[in-house]
């Protein structure tokens, strides 16, 4: 009568199913489709262009720190760590034990092996197999020799790793921080928003400080080709540095990460100065400065430039207490110009192209485009509305100077439109410029004298630019070590699968028959044996030869003398 070995209880339904293969593929597939789609899930952006919720911060909520996702990580996890736990039990540590053959029916289904005549001790073919780089079991006439035993743990430390990464996956949405800077050129902070939270900022551990924001534009659009942040890090107790900021370019600083996110152009403006000494002459150095702001002086230890608030701007040169220059700042002469593109009579905007358009002639909601420029450089390009209710709610356009429709006058084909320019910080008026559709108004804005300096410094005002605000994300994640100590098992567990080149040997002696068994198992089928075992049973044979030489010899005498 047939005997059935029962399964033990860990191989039956429904256990078996937390290493099931079958179960892993599906949870693979199904986290990479959710991750593939991660990362396709756009950003939104406001009215104005400007990204309010970005894509990353989209796909997290939607998918990486949802529930199904977590659930789904947890899942492979245990899945994978089941799955590895069964291969070590089941063939990696059965295969670490010695087996020594037996029987000669052992050699029966081996290959490659041989079979050469042996009448020496057991311990020189143990002794040879050592020579030739195996580790060698011995019991009497038979023996197990194998290399590269670490082989075996490759798959077990490779799936290791996976299950790593897995569980840091799971755990990110729970120890993961992330918050929001926002700096105005020349502004420090001490603290963050934190995402998600209560909207109570968090103390960042150290002082932050927006030095400078650089921004470039594509031709002939107002689309950013980048932008960069420079800042200063102050930590406690440590020098301050400065790092650059900006996109594929994330510094790290006391655990966090500064990322360049978006960035807004503010109403003020921000000076560009040109500095110089009789001393150093004719070296002259050049700082963007905001109103408020302070900054180092390259080449001069100790020394900084700080400018003031009012008007005119008054700056100050200090080496720590003592002060070696101050002045104020005169108002460079502008040569402003103004072209008007566009004009719609009764301004709308259709619903299905998005585009502005008017739905009569009449004159309804009178809407003109201009575009504002001074040496070649877009200063501003809006719409301006001629009622007064919807000035009123007209979003106000960034730039340095305000402009206002006041009167449109004249028929269909030949209207003059007066548009009234006015500085945008300190609302002095600047002048009105008259024009028709399609043609352009220039005007100079007089310059006014800077005040007299006081010490050998002297500042001259080179430039006026637009005022931005950056905003940076910090995150912080203890489990991006975890992730990357995952990865190194997973390398470490391929290296060992597949560098290492595993070999099995196996012999026995028949000391009747004065014959020597061995075959041996690699990992890749052969059918001949490696060189080195191939050299140490060449050696193992050669004494055999002689000796069988020497016995047929000695026959050959005694036959002779008989």
Not at 216 to 229: D, E, L, N, V
Not at 363 to 377: F, R, T
Request: charged share 20%; hydrophobic share 45%.
């Amino acid at each position: 009568m047939k005997q059935t070995v029962q399964a033990p209880w860990w191989g039956i339904a429904p256990w078996s199913w937390f290493y099931s293969l079958r179960i892993g593929l599906v949870l693979l597939v199904l986290i990479t489709i959710a991750s593939i789609a991660g990362t396709l899930i756009p950003p939104i952006t406001g009215p104005d262009g400007q990204v309010q919720l970005s894509s990353l911060e989209r796909s997290q909520r939607l998918i990486y720190y949802s529930p199904w996702y977590l659930a789904m990580l947890w899942l492979l996890a245990i899945n994978i760590g089941a799955a590895t736990a069964r291969t070590i039990l089941l063939k990696v540590i059965p295969a670490l034990r010695p087996r020594v053959p037996r029987g000669g029916e052992f050699f029966a289904g081996a290959g490659p092996r041989a079979e050469i005549p042996f009448g020496g001790d057991p311990a020189r073919v143990e002794a040879e197999l050592r020579r030739a780089g195996l580790s060698v079991w011995r019991e009497g006439g038979a023996g197990y020799a194998t290399r590269g035993r670490a082989a075996l743990w490759g798959a077990p430390v490779a799936h290791l790793g996976m299950v790593v990464v897995l569980l840091a996956g799971f755990s990110s949405s729970f120890v993961a921080r992330e918050g929001t800077i926002q700096l105005v050129e020349g502004q420090e902070t001490q603290w963050m928003t934190p995402r998600g939270g209560d909207g109570q900022p968090a103390r960042l551990g150290f002082t932050l400080t927006c030095e400078d924001f650089d921004i470039g534009h594509h031709p002939r659009t107002r689309i950013p080709s980048h932008f960069i942040s420079t800042v200063r890090i102050k930590e406690p107790g440590e020098p301050a540095r400065r790092e650059r900021v900006e996109v594929n370019h994330s510094p790290a600083v006391r655990g966090w990460r500064l990322h360049q996110t978006s960035y807004q152009e503010l109403n003020g403006r921000r000076q560009r100065l040109a500095l110089w000494h009789p001393e150093l002459a004719p070296t002259t150095q050049t700082l963007e400065l905001s109103a408020g702001q302070s900054r180092p002086l390259s080449g001069a230890e100790g020394v900084e430039v700080a400018l003031g608030e009012g008007q005119p701007p008054r700056w100050t040169i200090r080496a720590g207490e003592q002060l070696l220059g101050e002045g104020a700042l005169g108002q460079p002469a502008m040569h402003l110009c103004l072209r008007a593109e566009r004009f719609e009579p009764d301004f709308t905007i259709d619903s299905a192209s998005r585009t502005a358009t008017s739905r009569s002639t009449e004159l309804n909601n009178p809407a003109l485009l201009v575009h504002l420029s001074s040496g070649g450089q877009e200063l501003a390009h809006q719409w301006l509305f001629y009622r007064e209710d919807l000035k009123a709610m007209m979003h106000a356009a960034d730039g340095p100077y305000a402009m206002e429709l006041v009167e449109i006058a004249g028929e269909a084909g030949e209207r003059v439109f007066t548009v009234a320019l006015t500085e945008r910080s300190g609302g002095t008026p600047v002048g009105a410029l008259s024009l028709g559709l399609g043609r352009e108004a220039c005007l100079d804005t007089p310059a006014a004298e800077p005040v007299e300096a006081a010490g050998p410094w002297q500042v001259a005002l080179v430039e006026q630019m637009p005022l931005y605000m950056t905003v940076l994300t910090v995150t912080r994640n203890p489990a991006i070590p975890v992730v990357y100590l995952g990865c190194a098992l997973m390398m470490l567990g391929l290296v060992l699968a597949f560098a290492i080149q595993r070999r099995e040997v196996w012999f026995v002696i028949d000391e009747a028959a004065g014959r020597l068994r061995l075959a041996a198992a690699y990992r890749h089928a052969r059918e001949d044996f490696d060189g080195r075992l191939a050299g140490a049973l060449a050696r193992l044979a050669e004494p055999a030869a002689h000796d069988s030489a020497k016995r047929d010899s000695g026959k050959r005498v005694s036959s002779n003398v008989a």
